[in-house]
């Protein structure tokens, strides 16, 4: 249940990635949303599931906006294996890294994307310009509270269970029976 549930958070938070955030498709201000789903698979859900969800997430990245089909995968999978590892070699509690890691991991990520990219289309690239990827990764960071915030409630309610049986129980009669 859980895989299909952060699959289809998964396909909303695309569409609302490059439909309702892209005003333009060189606007600065889009966050990429699809990166705080990855690294909260990476930090929270099980490495099976994650790899599932991951699986579909770029799969739906490739089909809305793959320059090269395989990319946004390879971006993804990447990623995820990077944030995995360094958070569970991390000595301090998880609240002091998670959210500054997301950003730092996302430009260093998004900066090997661009390299690779470029050499297997040459000129067919928005140049890398360093206060532009600042903002886009400041606005993850600044995403990346409410939404891994959303993402627990989410995780949290399917964990308890979609419909409360214990509302629908049945007393008896004998107070003293369980």
């Known amino acids: 249940m859980i895989v299909l549930v952060f699959t289809i958070i998964s396909l909303l938070l695309v ?13 600065v201000a889009a966050p990429d949303l699809y990166y705080i789903l990855l690294a909260y698979l990476a930090y929270r859900l099980p490495l099976m599931s994650s790899l599932v969800v991951l699986f579909f997430l770029g799969c739906f990245l490739d089909v ?4 090269i089909l395989g990319m946004y995968a390879l971006f993804c999978f990447s ?9 569970q070699k991390m000595p301090v509690s998880e609240s002091f890294y998670q959210v500054p ?10 900066w090997c994307a661009y390299v690779v990219t470029s050499f297997l289309v040459p000129g067919g690239l928005v140049e890398w310009v360093w206060w532009k990827m600042m903002l ?21 309610r399917l964990a308890k269970g ?9 007393r008896t009669d004998n107070r003293y029976r369980a």
Do not use: D, N
């Not at 569409?15 to 606007?27: A, G």
């Open 15 to 27: 569409v609302i990635q490059t439909s309702v955030c892209m005003l333009h498709p060189t606007w």
């Open 64 to 67: 809305f906006s793959g320059i």
């Open 79 to 87: 990623s995820f294996f990077l944030l995995r590892f360094i958070a």
């Open 101 to 110: 890691l997301i950003g730092v991991s996302y430009l260093v990520m998004s």
């Open 136 to 156: 886009r990764t400041g606005l993850i960071v600044l995403c990346a509270y409410p939404l891994f915030w959303l993402l627990e409630r989410i995780q949290y």
């Open 162 to 170: 979609i419909f409360s049986w214990k509302k629908f129980r049945v």
